[in-house]
């Protein structure tokens, strides 16, 4: 799998570090606990188009917003992590 | 139709004419006590134990597609009880237990082999680590030996034990440990379950769970709808998808796994080995295949196909613990999907939809606990509560804060 950095180009996806879901909602400080373990722990995990977080620490080291279908790794969208999170 | 020496002479007599299928392909019927989705060896051993342990024999296996043509078929056969934590600890044992009578209790060889599990360790601080894992073994009564270097040495001498970055120190062993024929282990609980009742319904995929008043009623299937009393999700690598039927969203991301068999050569390895540096380990099939594999490829996956820099990162393991392995060819290499859960341990558990039961969360680690966890799944369905063997391996866990987290990485699943 090779992922089009906004910044870099087209590396290999060994380049990048893996994060996981994108659009998670860090809660308030004082958010009820069933709030902050949905956050923490519970995840949508589809399979098919996700967004997800990947950086590039082999580059740029800038932290991007991957869209990757999960079922055949196709790449949708890259966007600089800056603006692109929901 | 009993296995033995008699009716295997019998056969050799008549041109093997009497051998029938070991199980009925059934057709569903409307209604179920018990469903249990997902026909893996798991689900197998639920619906096994279901019909034997607690009586319950109306019970069908829903799979999508043959049986044992997941992750059942695509492990590294190992088996093994080594865990640190007694919420693990005391269900791997009984998984071992298990283990050790399985072939009599299905009469069928499952091919169960304790050839023993080594873990090495290569600094002095892996085998503080290791030893405080023995000795939590052994307080619970299990079988664990810290060996030093020379001993390993004796075991295996075409380790690069010299190495000089990564030494190795010396090895953790549990004799008892050792690999087990995974197909086998398929068809076994598969016969075991038909011949008490429990249809295995084949190319049925289920397409949607029927809640009504907070309980389960049913499912709809691609062989049509089908009523139960109680529903049991065991399908690992999909489980959020088929719980995202019945509104649950759970603590698990799924990831790829991948394997590998070399081509088949002479015995060379005896037992299991697995390197404490870099993620790898081995055994030796009973063919002369040398199967291995390392880590998780890292990000969400459903597809059953892994990525090359793991392929070369598994590889560069293997040759940095037996350099003479450089030679081999890779007969085959293949992928499956797990259910990574955020604290790397399964759960086995009620879920907040009455009748409904989870069975998920396995990780790389679901075949060594094909036994156990059937044996508890049926027991928390049957009795509608945990067994004591499973009681950690709660859902709600991650809510309340007792997570059974072996390696201590927290809710990062890429990390287990």
Request: hydrophobic share 40%; proline share 4%; glycine share 12%.
């Amino acid at each position: 799998m090779r992922i089009v950095c906004p910044h870099c180009g087209e590396r290999g996806n060994e380049e990048f570090f893996y994060l996981g879901a994108a659009d998670l909602q860090r809660p308030a400080a004082e958010a009820p606990t069933e709030a902050w373990h949905d956050y923490v722990y519970q995840r949508d995990n589809p399979a098919g188009p996700h967004r997800e977080l990947w950086q590039h620490w082999q580059g740029c080291r800038r932290w991007l917003v991957v869209t990757r279908d999960t079922r055949t790794h196709a790449i949708y969208a890259v966007a600089d992590a800056a603006g692109a999170r929901a | 139709m009993t296995y033995s020496l008699f009716t295997l002479a019998r056969e050799a007599l008549r041109g093997h004419s009497g051998w029938r299928p070991a199980w009925r392909d059934a057709a569903p019927k409307p209604d179920y006590d018990v469903l249990i989705v997902g026909g893996g060896g798991h689900g197998l051993a639920s619906a096994y134990y279901l019909a034997k342990e607690h009586g319950i024999t109306n019970v069908a296996v829903l799979e999508k597609s043959y049986i044992g043509s997941g992750n059942a078929g695509r492990n590294t056969t190992i088996i093994r009880s080594n865990y640190l934590l007694p919420g693990n600890e005391r269900f791997y044992e009984k998984s071992m237990q298990l283990w050790e009578g399985l072939e009599q209790d299905l009469n069928y060889n499952a091919m169960v082999s304790q050839r023993g599990v080594l873990n090495l360790f290569h600094s002095d601080a892996q085998r503080d680590q290791y030893a405080r894992r023995g000795n939590a073994m052994r307080l619970h009564g299990v079988d664990a030996e810290l060996l030093d270097a020379a001993a390993v040495r004796a075991m295996y001498p075409f380790l690069d034990d010299a190495n000089a970055r990564f030494p190795i120190r010396g090895g953790l062993l549990q004799r008892r440990g050792g690999t087990a024929r995974h197909d086998a282990v398929v068809w076994g609980y598969a016969r075991g379950a038909d011949v008490r009742g429990v249809d295995i319904v084949q190319n049925c995929e289920v397409l949607g769970i029927d809640v009504a008043n907070g309980r389960v009623t049913g499912v709809q299937t691609s062989r049509g709808p089908i009523r139960a009393q109680k529903i049991g999700l065991v399908c690992a690598g999909n489980s959020s998808r088929v719980a995202a039927m019945a509104g649950l969203r759970l603590p698990i991301e799924s990831h790829v796994l991948q394997a590998f068999v070399s081509e088949g050569i002479k015995p060379l390895i005896d037992g299991v080995i697995t390197f404490g540096v870099g993620h790898f380990y081995v055994s030796q099939s009973d063919k002369g295949g040398l199967v291995f594999g390392g880590d998780i490829d890292g990000y969400n996956s459903y597809a059953q196909r892994g990525s090359l820099p793991v392929v070369e990162d598994v590889m560069e393991g293997g040759m940095a613990l037996m350099p003479m392995i450089g030679r081999l060819r890779v007969l085959r290499q293949w992928g499956g999907v797990m259910d990574m859960s955020m604290d790397g341990s399964p759960i086995i558990d009620r879920t907040p939809v009455e009748g409904l039961y989870l069975n998920a969360g396995w990780c790389y680690g679901g075949f060594k606990a094909t036994p156990a966890s059937g044996w508890c799944f049926a027991h928390t369905i049957a009795k509608d509560a945990a067994h004591h063997i499973n009681a950690a391996m709660r859902l709600d866990r991650f809510a309340t804060g007792a997570l059974l987290d072996e390696r201590g990485a927290g809710a990062t699943p890429n990390l287990h």
